[in-house]
């Protein structure tokens, strides 16, 4: 039996911030969500303040995932999920950095920002 190949996701990063305490964050980085590949589609996970949003895309005109969300004027970091054992994850606050983190199956409780989250996925 062969091991499944590891699922590839993007996490993009945005600058935007509507909620005025975001505007303390780093610019550039001040929101996060995650587009997992899943066969010929992507499933976008975006945690936003008042609701988590959650749709499957097909990609336009044959775009990769990287460019798409390059192209919306976003921050792009490819990386792959990590399924670790079933021993659950730290407590944290329940945030767009959280959210990203559990999808991706990332252990790392000192990353508390997108920025943090950007620098960690650009050193893997």
Known sequence: MTAAAPRRAWVA??????IG???????????????VEDGGRWIVVDPLSPFTHVALVTPPGGAGVGDWLAGLGLTV????LCRPATRPAPWAPFTCVEVVKRVLGL??????????????????
């Open 13 to 18: 990063f945005d600058g935007r911030a509507e």
């Open 21 to 35: 305490w975001l505007r303390l964050l780093k610019p550039g980085f001040r929101h996060c969500f995650v587009v």
């Open 77 to 80: 970091a490819e990386t792959t």
């Open 107 to 124: 252990r790392a409780a000192r990353i508390v920002t997108p920025w943090q989250l950007y620098r960690h996925l650009a050193r893997c």
